[in-house]
T-cell receptor
Framework: GENVEQHPSTLSVQEGDSAVIKCTYS??????FPWYKQELGKRPQLIID?????GEKKDQRIAVTLNKTAKHFSLHITETQPEDSAVYFC?????????????FGAGTTVTVRA | NAGVTQTPKFQVLKTGQSMTLQCAQD?????MYWYRQDPGMGLRLIYY???????DKGEVPNGYNVSRLNKREFSLRLESAAPSQTSVYFC????????????FGSGTRLTVV
């Protein structure tokens, strides 16, 4: 099955700086890569996703890049704010007709220092 | 629009007791999932149901059973709870498979003593 590794496990940044989280995956058939944000005590929520036919996707201060050859993808948060403090999870799936499940990374705890 | 509703929110069990976690979605989604979340281990899939009438094992199915009661409801049962099953359990649903993202429930914090 798919194995997703995520680094770093914790990340502390100064408010206004950028944060980058990196993930690698093992299954070359994977073609769907979402990112979830989980605030303390809350449920995970989808913040951005990318499919394998796209190399980069942006939504305001967040962006995701994908390198299918190297089997890695990254989340970039620019101009970080205190409300960006949360646990972030990457995930991967083949999203094919026979694979309905996401495999998640272990998570990155991001702390934005005021 | 409630989305995904899980009950209960908190539960304490004694070792060997049984219980069922309930999950219901009102988005007419086809696929439903049960994950457990442990510190430093992310979200691990227990069981999933790609569509009504089907269920499949995930990464960590031992000690659990599931029932896809109808299109809306997907329950998780612990027949004989063990301390290793202390965790936060999340139910999720999606329209069909993972593409487009999951909608998660608010979670059940289960402690087995």
């Amino acid at each position: 099955g798919e194995n997703v590794e995520q680094h770093p496990s914790t990340l502390s940044v100064q408010e206004g700086d950028s944060a980058v989280i990196k993930c690698t995956y093992s299954d070359s058939a994977s073609n769907y890569f979402p990112w979830y944000k989980q605030e303390l005590g809350k449920r995970p929520q989808l913040i951005i996703d990318i499919r394998s036919n796209v190399g980069e996707k942006k939504d305001q201060r967040i962006a995701v890049t994908l390198n299918k050859t190297a089997k890695h993808f990254s989340l970039h948060i620019t101009e970080t704010q205190p409300e960006d403090s949360a646990v972030y999870f990457c995930a991967a799936s083949s999203s094919g007709s026979n694979d309905y499940k996401l495999s998640f990374g272990a998570g990155t705890t991001v702390t934005v220092r005021a | 629009n409630a989305g995904v509703t899980q009950t209960p929110k908190f539960q304490v069990l004694k070792t060997g007791q049984s219980m069922t976690l309930q999950c219901a979605q009102d988005m007419n989604h086809n696929s439903m999932y049960w994950y457990r979340q442990d510190p430093g281990m992310g979200l691990r899939l227990i069981y999933y149901s790609a569509s009504e009438g089907t269920t499949d094992k995930g990464e960590v199915p031992n000690g659990y059973n599931v029932s896809r009661l109808n299109k809306r409801e997907f329950s998780l049962r612990l027949e004989s709870a063990a301390p290793s099953q202390t965790s936060v359990y999340f139910c999720a649903s999606s329209e069909r498979g993972p593409a487009g993202g999951y909608t998660f429930g608010s979670g059940t914090r289960l402690t087995v003593v």
